[in-house]
């Protein structure tokens, strides 16, 4: 599932980085959260002292004769012991801020427009007729109402994902073979990952979603929280985390695999081409978040506990809700979702807002994994340079 990695032509299979890590990007899940990923937007590649521009596949590189070069390479994908966990986890917290924030106004309309009874004031024809309207009507502030509670919330879930991802990754790697890639062990590394980044971000999902809403009657992110403790109790944080859970899995599948795919035809010897990477990885998001919308108009539904659709649920089963607890006031779970999203607007509720949904993910995989790998590089280099002046202090 992971999308090969690159490496110097000048690295030899003996290097001890090259030989721990046969490197690759990682899974993503900046999706409806986060995190989905481009797939390698940028890649893995090496800081040159020769001056040399050139890079090739970690899976189909050579053993070449040794570099000449007095001063060893950077090798920013085998970072330095100690510091390895650290470089993650700012890269992927800088990554995700930028991502969600960036893309946020983006969302706020996906979010809106995946609303199953709109109001008059909040029905649009597209995306552009919505940030329009909200501006015009509501205020140019209006489309990132929310988004600090969103940058609180990503910011330390995309770091704990990326530091999980490598540790998990790279530990049972090792242990099932010593040096080389192993796919279940990305796979194991990239269900953890998502379970430990979804834990952190439900709640942030749920408060912004609710603050993006058309007539949001909430002041503030403070004033949405100890409203939804108050009256729905601290359940109302994670009444979609199930079903967040299941939008990413087959979201990564597919991505992944349309990723390879497109790969294959645009870069068979699998250099590094930031171009292909762009085209494949916006392909690739694009095609996954247009199948996985039904997930997401589902987990809007129980996020923002539509009142219209509650009503209907409540109309229902009148008998049972006067026979429940006050939880029946609400919707909960995915089959009841899936249930209520039918009745309300049929098949075509289910891709209701697919347009911003494709349009956000297209520009925000490729926002978190090319910061993500940028500052990777910048703290890794930053870093080697520290240690050569070390060692040439102690030399004198």
């Known amino acids: 599932m992971e999308v090969d990695g690159f490496v110097s032509p000048h690295s030899t299979l003996e290097s001890p980085a090259v030989e721990r890590r046969v490197t690759g990007t990682r899974i993503g899940i900046l999706g409806s959260s986060v995190l989905d990923a481009t797939g390698g937007l940028?890649?893995?590649?090496?800081?040159?002292?020769?001056?040399?521009?050139?890079?090739?596949?970690?899976?189909?590189?050579?053993?070449?004769?040794?570099?000449?070069?007095?001063?060893?390479?950077?090798?920013?994908?085998?970072?330095?012991q100690g510091a390895a966990s650290s470089t993650h986890m700012l890269a992927g917290a800088v990554a995700g801020i930028m991502e969600h924030c960036l893309m946020y106004p983006i969302d706020c309309v996906k979010t809106r427009m995946q609303s199953l009874h709109p109001e008059p004031g909040a029905r649009y024809r597209n995306v552009m007729d919505a940030l329009q309207q909200i501006v015009r009507t509501e205020g140019v502030w209006r489309p990132i109402r929310g988004?600090?509670?969103?940058?609180?919330?990503?910011?330390?879930?995309?770091?704990?994902?990326?530091?999980?991802?490598?540790?998990?990754?790279?530990?049972?790697?090792?242990?099932?073979?010593?040096?080389?890639?192993?796919?279940?062990?990305?796979?194991?590394?990239?269900?953890?990952?998502?379970?430990?980044?979804d834990a952190i971000m439900n709640p942030a999902e749920v408060v912004k979603?609710?603050?993006?809403?058309?007539?949001?009657?909430?002041?503030?992110?403070?004033?949405?929280?100890?409203?939804l403790l108050r009256q729905e109790g601290p359940a109302a944080f994670y009444r979609s985390y199930t079903t967040q859970?299941?939008?990413?899995?087959?979201?990564?599948?597919?991505?992944?695999?349309?990723?390879?795919?497109?790969?294959?035809?645009?870069?068979?010897?699998?250099?590094?081409?930031?171009?292909?990477?762009?085209?494949?990885g916006a392909l690739a998001g694009a095609l996954a978040a247009a199948v996985t919308t039904p997930l997401d108009v589902c987990k809007t539904l129980l996020n923002t506990q539509e009142g219209q659709a509650v009503h209907v649920i409540q109309g229902g089963a009148a008998a049972a809700a006067a026979a429940s607890g006050p939880e029946s006031r609400y919707i909960s779970g995915l089959g009841e979702a899936f249930r209520t999203v039918y009745r309300m607007g049929g098949m075509p509720a289910f891709f209701k807002g697919v347009q911003a949904r494709?349009?956000?993910?297209?520009?925000?995989?490729?926002?978190?994994?090319s910061v993500y790998e940028f500052f990777k590089y910048v703290i890794t280099e930053r870093q080697h340079k520290k240690r050569l002046r070390g060692d040439r202090d102690g030399d004198k």
């Not at 940028?42 to 004769?65: A, D, K, N, Q």
């Open 209 to 227: 979603q609710r603050m993006q809403m058309f007539n949001s009657p909430y002041r503030g992110a403070l004033d949405c929280m100890g409203s």
């Open 42 to 80: 940028v890649g893995s590649f090496s800081s040159r002292m020769t001056g040399e521009p050139h890079f090739v596949s970690g899976l189909h590189r050579t053993t070449p004769e040794p570099s000449a070069s007095a001063e060893p390479e950077i090798d920013y994908e085998g970072l330095p």
């Open 358 to 369: 494709v349009i956000y993910q297209m520009p925000s995989t490729a926002i978190s994994w």
């Open 147 to 197: 988004v600090n509670v969103l940058a609180v919330g990503a910011g330390p879930a995309h770091a704990l994902y990326f530091a999980c991802y490598e540790k998990i990754k790279f530990s049972l790697s090792d242990a099932i073979k010593p040096g080389t890639n192993s796919h279940f062990a990305n796979g194991v590394a990239g269900c953890a990952a998502t379970v430990l980044h």
């Open 245 to 280: 859970l299941a939008m990413n899995v087959p979201f990564q599948a597919l991505h992944f695999m349309t990723y390879e795919y497109l790969q294959e035809l645009l870069n068979p010897h699998r250099q590094y081409n930031p171009s292909s990477h762009v085209v494949s």
